[in-house]
Structures are given as structure tokens and as C-alpha cells.
């Protein structure tokens, strides 16, 4: 499981997204947000990298605020954010 940290923003979103590609390459399949808790739309560029390299990602323990996100952005049917892991 690829595990988001507390803070995604423009100043480690690069990073962020390195880490994520190489978990996706060792077949990881989930990303755990709940970690997730200051961010800025950086996250929308590293969720949309992870999913052109693996479409059937799944994004669980998504915080509100990044399911607000996803829909002002229009990608909600894209990133299929999971409020927690049991959904």
C-alpha cells in the first residue's frame, strides 16, 4: 500500500510522486490518504501520474477536503475516492 503524507504541496510533490511511482512498479494497487492533511492541488498532478501508470489504482481513506477537491477539478469518476478502507 503507497501511503500519502501528512503534507502533498508544490515544494514535495515531485518527490511525493517518485516515491508513488516506484511502489506502483513493485505492483502496489492502493493509496492510503489518511495520512493526508495539509495540501494544495499538487495532489490532483501526483494522483493523476499514479493512475496514467496503473488505472486501477484505488485511492482509500480519502479526506474530504481532497474529495472536494477531486470534484471541483472534475475528476471525481476518475479518482473514485474512498472515504475509508472498508468502502
Keep these: 500500500m503507497i ?3 501528512n503534507v502533498v504541496n508544490h515544494q514535495n510533490a515531485i518527490q511525493v510522486r517518485q516515491n508513488g511511482l ?17 495540501f494544495d ?3 490532483i498532478a501526483v ?9 486501477n489504482l484505488q485511492i482509500v481513506s480519502a479526506p474530504d477536503k481532497l474529495q472536494v ?4 477539478y472534475g475528476l471525481d469518476e476518475v479518482f ?3 472515504s475509508s478502507v472498508g468502502n
Design 41 to 43: 492541488s499538487s495532489i
Design 80 to 82: 473514485q475516492l474512498k
Design 22 to 38: 516506484t511502489q506502483i512498479q513493485a505492483q502496489e494497487n492502493t493509496v492510503d490518504a489518511s495520512a493526508l492533511e495539509e
Design 69 to 72: 477537491l477531486s470534484k471541483v
Design 47 to 55: 494522483l493523476l501520474a499514479w493512475l496514467r501508470i496503473n488505472p
Design 3 to 5: 501511503c500519502l503524507p
